[in-house]
């Protein structure tokens, strides 16, 4: 069995002095609550040059930095990706071949050109990264199978 469930009780009415003091306690607290409001709006307006030039300086140091990383990207394009890795194998980087003294002839007509047209405009296509870089793929050499010999103390002449 169930108990009977126990009547709820009213709270008991309150008198107009209690009334009246709430309604003034909430007054207060409305009016505390407004000061606290205007004092930070007031200060607010107070820090505002302050603010402003910290918002310039931190303005500044971002154009500053994106300046810094302008300048690196472009000194990098000019590079190439020369000496970075891309893919399984690493860009080769230019090797200028230059003819020594003992080399150089006495006049310009006589001049050899040095390196390989091919391989030069081969390294600067991977250098832009036109073609992916790759390494030269040599055949390779067949080892030829080693002669058997019959040694003479196994031969029957019979």
């Not at 607290?29 to 402003?52: F, P, T, V, Y």
């Not at 080769?92 to 080399?103: A, F, L, S, Y």
């Amino acid at each position: 069995m169930r108990p009977a469930p126990v009547p709820k009780r009213l709270p008991a009415r309150k008198t107009k002095q209690q009334r009246a003091r709430m309604a003034k306690q909430k007054a207060e607290k409305h009016a505390l609550a407004e000061k606290a409001l205007r004092k930070r709006l007031l200060n607010s307006i107070n820090q505002a040059k302050g603010l402003r030039s910290d918002l310039s300086k931190l303005a500044d140091a971002r154009q500053q930095a994106r300046l810094v990383r302008q300048l690196a990207r472009r000194l990098k394009l000019r590079k190439g990706l020369a000496g970075q890795r891309l893919g399984r194998h690493r860009i080769p980087e230019n090797e200028i071949e230059v003819q020594i003294g003992e080399d150089l002839s006495e006049n310009l007509r006589n001049i050899k050109p040095e390196g390989n047209l091919f391989r030069d405009r081969f390294v600067s296509l991977q250098q832009r990264a036109l073609i992916e870089p790759r390494v030269p793929v040599l055949p390779t050499r067949r080892k030829a199978k080693p002669k058997e010999y019959e040694k003479h103390a196994w031969k029957r002449f019979e």
